[in-house]
T-cell receptor, first 112, second 114 residues
Framework: DQQVKQNSPSLSVQEGRISILNCDYT??????FLWYKKYPAEGPTFLIS?????DKNEDGRFTVFLNKSAKHLSLHIVPSQPGDSAVYFC???????????FGQGTILTVHP | NAGVTQTPKFQVLKTGQSMTLQCAQD?????MSWYRQDPGMGLRLIHY???????DQGEVPNGYNVSRSTTEDFPLRLLSAAPSQTSVYFC?????????????FGPGTRLTVT
């Protein structure tokens, strides 16, 4: 049972436009959500996170939105840059600290 | 700091062979964990450790053993490799356990079991 789902395997956007990556979860015990970015042949790197007591967190070009009633979060990248091309994973943490549940990942391609 | 290092980068095993994937970190992190990444599955937690001498199971522990004799090292042992263990393995560490502590990932080990 996939508790964290990223239903779009891939997303293609033009440089300068907005990229929106989506993530849905089913477990209402999740209380912290993270986005990781992964380049080929490298490990994931932390990008941005949000606590369940907030509905928005912003860091430069990256903003994460959380809709708890819909059990949905999204990552907005504005403006998108070719260097943002990578696989993006959303992850959730619940009652077991440090134990992350990951989504399947979305491949983002930003075209110059 | 080298961060989190993993060896080897690539490995091919025959069914039934055993091997150890090495993971080391030089950040004096207490929390370390192992994940596997499979197509369409994201990353899944295999085992984790909250400090030297303490380990626990994650989501998919079967077929794997771990030990944590030092803060720096957290090896993952495959006792009898099976084709279902073909995957990319990532080791991660963080200063402490809890959502406010960023997890740092190693570059991964790509394992193929034939």
């Amino acid at each position: 049972d996939q508790q964290v789902k990223q239903n779009s395997p891939s997303l293609s956007v033009q440089e300068g436009r907005i990229s929106i990556l989506n993530c849905d979860y089913t477990n209402s015990m999740f209380d912290y959500f993270l986005w990781y970015k992964k380049y080929p042949a490298e490990g994931p790197t932390f990008l941005i996170s949000i606590s369940s007591i907030k509905d928005k967190n912003e860091d430069g070009r990256f903003t994460v939105f959380l809709n708890k009633s819909a059990k949905h979060l999204s990552l907005h990248i504005v403006p998108s840059q070719p260097g943002d091309s990578a696989v993006y994973f959303c992850a959730a943490e619940g009652t077991s600290y440090g134990k992350l549940t990951f989504g399947q990942g979305t491949i983002l391609t930003v075209h110059p | 700091n080298a961060g989190v290092t993993q060896t080897p980068k690539f490995q091919v095993l025959k069914t039934g062979q055993s091997m150890t994937l090495q993971c080391a970190q030089d950040m004096n992190h207490e929390y370390m964990s192992w994940y596997r990444q499979d197509p369409g599955m994201g990353l899944r937690l295999i085992h984790y450790s909250v400090g030297a001498g303490i380990t626990d199971q994650g989501e998919v522990p079967n077929g794997y053993n771990v030990s944590r004799s030092t803060t720096e090292d957290f090896p993952l042992r495959l006792l009898s490799a099976a084709p279902s263990q073909t995957s990319v393995y990532f080791c991660a560490s963080s200063y402490s356990i809890g959502s406010s502590y960023e997890q740092y990932f190693g570059p991964g080990t790509r394992l193929t079991v034939t």
